[in-house]
């Protein structure tokens, strides 16, 4: 079995990027692209506000034209070449007049991959990564993570776990075993002797990919690193890998786990040995890596509208604006099966679904991590458990994109039209949901 590289992602952007078709005044451009960048023509795209939808065929620059105003929409391709595929997901396309790029991929090759455990693949963070033939049998594992350090820097964190996957899939059994346990009030059933719960594992630092925008340089990267307490003359590497018209990319290391080179060696044996070996030489890393600018998040506030198109956990198509219509004020909770507070509020939850409903309102949840059938199913075992009975959808990564989450769980109260009452609320807390519910069912609702 190949080695795969992970992925945890906390949140995802919306796939909507700049590009550089020329715009008349007051209109939007859906330039669509296959995989080497080159137009694609014939291609339907539809153009959708809250009112209406628009349809548009892309022509031989691979750009269809679409003369509105700045406003809120969302694109997604309706009718695709022979040749081709892709999703029917709506994305949301920047607020002001811009060009936004939708690739499409050749059936049974790119489109694939996504199921392609060797391959991570984001568009809305400009990252793909598809694992070189140099690390497909590495005796340890290479972790991809990412962050916003701060609006427009994007960090693209590489690490090495000490660890064979095998032994990892015990100890992260185990560790479930034990917050399971945990939340339900129980006694571990984890073997606190169980030599893979013993030793654990270790994470050492790799790479960090850094995209900045604004033009910004080193010098602005460094002073932001220092204030969340790093000392720049640590990094052994900076070094500018690439740019394009707004952001500039950056490869950075941190020197002193080379100084800690013998205690490493007698502990982890071989696999220092491979750790270093990868730490000298990025480029083994970096032959499968692509980056490109990201569309940076734009979080939701009061006033803006959530809107959505996914299904249930049973598979059944759903649209938000049909749920939404359904009652006076909508409490919508994404969650995640792997987040203990997410999972320790579900009983409550339940119980105020309940309430809700003789109030003319509802709670609907979104689970991030049931995209696939797998997710999904650990999702209704936990509802069951937790005897919550409420609508629960799959929360895609163009509903995490466009609502930019970056933490579990996260809770939006919005109208019968989608429209948001209140800024988002973070955090467990259904006593807090309960008050900012009856805040808003004093406003004058639609």
């Not at 809305?124 to 993570?145: C, H, I, M, R, S």
Request: glycine residues 6%; contains cysteine.
């Amino acid at each position: 079995m190949k080695k795969t590289v992970a992925l945890i992602l906390m949140l995802c952007l919306m796939l909507a990027v700049p590009g550089t078709a020329a715009l008349a005044d007051g209109g939007y451009r859906v330039r669509v692209v296959n995989e080497d960048g080159s137009p694609v023509e014939g291609v339907t795209v539809q153009f959708c506000s809250d009112e209406q939808c628009l349809v548009g065929m892309t022509d031989a620059d691979g750009v269809a034209a679409f003369d509105e105003p700045a406003g809120s929409y969302t694109v997604h391709v309706l009718k695709v070449p022979d040749g081709y595929e892709t999703d029917a997901a709506a994305y949301p396309v920047p607020e002001t007049p811009d060009t936004v790029v939708l690739t499409l991929y050749a059936a049974g090759s790119a489109a694939a991959e996504e199921e392609d455990p060797d391959v991570i693949d984001v568009p809305p963070l400009g990252l793909y990564y598809k694992t070189p033939e140099a690390l497909e049998n590495l005796k340890g594992q290479v972790f991809v993570d990412y962050d916003f350090l701060d609006d427009g820097v994007l960090d693209i964190s590489v690490q090495y776990l000490a660890v064979s996957e095998t032994d990892m899939d015990a100890y992260m059994a185990l560790y479930r075993a034990s917050e399971e346990a945990s939340v339900n009030g129980e006694e571990s059933p984890a073997d606190p002797e169980h030599p893979v719960w013993l030793s654990g594992y270790e994470i050492l630092p790799l790479y960090d990919f850094v995209i900045i925008n604004d033009n910004r340089g080193e010098e602005e990267l460094r002073a932001l690193l220092g204030t969340f307490g790093f000392d720049s003359t640590a990094f052994c590497t900076f070094i500018e890998i690439g740019s394009d018209e707004d952001n500039r990319f950056f490869l950075i290391q941190f020197a002193e786990i080379l100084e800690q080179a013998d205690e490493l060696t007698s502990r982890l044996g071989g696999f220092f040995d491979e750790y270093e070996t990868l730490f000298r030489d990025p480029s083994l890393f970096r032959s499968g890596l692509k980056l490109s600018a990201p569309a940076w998040p734009t979080p939701k506030k009061t006033g803006d509208v959530l809107s959505f198109r996914t299904t249930d956990l049973d598979g059944n198509a759903i649209d938000s604006a049909e749920v939404f219509s359904a009652a006076r004020i909508t409490v919508v909770n994404c969650w995640a099966t792997w987040c203990g507070p997410c999972r320790a509020e579900l009983p409550e939850l339940g119980k105020m679904a309940k309430e809700l409903e003789e109030q003319g309102c509802q709670l609907v949840g979104l689970c991030v991590d049931a995209m696939d059938d797998d997710g999904a199913e650990t999702a209704v075992q936990l509802l069951r458990d937790a005897n919550a009975s409420y609508l629960n959808l799959r929360c895609t990564e163009e509903i995490e994109a466009d609502t930019s989450l970056n933490a579990y769980p996260t809770t939006f109260f919005v109208d019968s039209e989608g429209r948001l009452l209140a800024d988002p609320f973070e955090g467990a807390s259904p006593a807090a949901y309960r008050a900012m519910l009856a805040d808003c069912l004093a406003k004058d609702l639609p």
